[in-house]
């Protein structure tokens, strides 16, 4: 065989190899994201210990509970759960946030189960880095009635989405008559919405634009809750879905104007989340930086630095659906909850997870509003 016609020879199978190799390469990439998207990387080795449910009612105003007392959780069987306990109109007074006795508690004295970035989500197509898998909609049917979502200016029109434009974001005005119709269908149900501000993702947002979109909700805005005075009590939820009252959404915003230097960027409506609420560190790179305390059960400094609600981040980052698993168990969250509340000397009102469909938060948020029912009578 010629010089010439080997080289040849040896240069079409160095064309036809190296794309065969870069195939292989992506498929086994892809492989792996699947496994590690789909499946535990490894079994939850221990059961949170249950160190008792220690929460405590608080008096008037907003003041917060400085006493704790442990009260130990029967968990209702999981076969058997049912969030929603209550039955439309005929329950109204008498049965709040699916609890039948809940109406009395304020609602900076409850627990909220609460989905991190709702509207990231594979089913409304964010595919990579998504942190959930169903829609927030059919979230709130499973009971979660706290919804932190980001508002993003996307070249000129207000959006719910995820750092990027492009990737799946949600329309303002769907998702709140989404909301609405739920509400609508739901009257002993309440709400509780906490905005991220993300002025980072193209250009400014202007609060009083998104307002604007919420406007276009018939109904919506009648039923939005506004604290005018920081020094008087929460209403209680009985308040809140009097059908004379009917204000059952409460809405937070952070990382957004500075309100108390120019009221008029804000709606009132829109209230500062830090104003009146405190939380802990939300980058937790693994379930270990969780489960030690000392990272997990420390407040960050934000503005005034209330506690009349105080919120737990129960998830890792980047999102992973095998780490929510453990992570919203509900022995974990029942040690998370309890040992931040000894360590707080105040209770709990939000736990913030990703991938809503797993675990148990829901049952054990009704479980804990149990416990403070059965403690105040």
Known sequence: MSSSRRRKREEKKSCCTWPRIFLLVV????????????????????????????????????????????????PTPAPEFKFNQCNGESDIGNCCNGLPGLCDLRADQILYATLHNGMSTVDDGFFVGANHVGQLEEALEAGYRGLNLDICN?????????????????????????????????????????????????????????????????????????????????PTLRQQTDPEYNRRIIMFHYNGPDCTVNPSLCPSALM?????????????????????????????????????????NNFVSPPSKAAARQLNDYMAILDYVDS?????????????????GEGDLPRYTQDHNTALINRRV
């Open 154 to 234: 996307c070249g000129g029109e207000l959006v719910f989405c995820h750092g990027i434009c492009s990737f799946a974001p949600r329309d303002v005005v769907e998702v709140m008559q989404g909301v609405n119709k739920f509400l609508d269908n739901n009257p002993t149900e309440t709400v509780i919405f906490i905005y991220q501000v993300n002025n980072d993702v193209d250009q400014e947002v202007d609060l009083n634009l998104f307002f604007d979109q919420l406007l276009l909700v018939d109904g919506l805005t009648d039923k939005l809750y506004v604290h005018n005075n920081a020094g008087t009590p929460w």
């Open 27 to 74: 498929v086994l990439a892809i492989s792996a994201f699947l496994v590690w998207w789909f499946e535990p990387w490894k079994d939850f080795s221990e059961t949170a210990n249950n160190i008792g449910q220690s929460v405590g009612i608080g008096g008037s105003g907003d003041e917060r509970p400085q006493t704790v007392k442990p009260t130990t959780l029967a």
């Open 340 to 356: 931040c509340t000894v360590i707080f000397r105040t209770a709990i009102n939000f736990v913030l997870v990703d991938f809503w």
């Open 272 to 312: 500062n989340y830090y104003g009146y609420a405190s939380d802990n560190d939300w980058e937790h790179l693994n379930i270990e930086s969780i489960e030690t305390r000392s990272n997990s059960c420390e407040l960050k400094k934000n503005g005034i630095n209330s506690k009349t609600f105080v919120g737990l």
